[in-house]
């Protein structure tokens, strides 16, 4: 996911995870990447068999100053925080390595939020994607067994037939 999006927003390499949440203005923008919420459905009850949705979330932060004439730092935030937005949406979404080994991107969630209350406009966006993929046996540890050693079968047959001669060995 990192992979996916580095290099291909206004963020260029500072895209982490995980990592402490503080960030400064030196760092921005920035997006910070963690997963959250991991919801597993069951396909049935013999095998550990799942649809798996994986919320990923993305926390973009940047910061905008007001020109000297304009009181536009506000507006320039939000605009490049949209900006950021469709970068993220489109690295991920594009990302063949990640499309190949998932079903389907079931939602995007976005939102976006401008502070005044520093020295310029801080910034965030939040955005969501669930990501939904299967999970089958290979993708879980073996369960312990204890391994099976023979069968013993028996036959009960009425008084007067013939005893079956029936032998059956199982290999090892």
Known sequence: MISALVGNTDAGSRVYSPRDWPTSEDMYPVILVQ???????????NAPQFNTVTTVRFTGRLQELDEEQEDNGAVK??????????????????????TR?????????????????????????????DIEYYQGPEDFYPIESNPLTGVDVVIKMPDGTPEPLVSVDLPE
């Open 77 to 98: 935030a939000e605009i490049a925080l949209e900006q950021l937005r469709d970068q993220v949406e489109r690295a991920v979404i594009n990302s063949y390595d990640l």
């Open 101 to 129: 080994q998932i079903q389907q991107f079931s939602q995007v969630r976005s939102t976006i939020d401008v502070n005044a209350a520093g020295e310029g406009h801080i910034a965030q966006l939040l955005m969501e994607i």
């Open 35 to 45: 997963t959250p919420i991991d919801v597993k459905n069951s396909l049935g009850r």
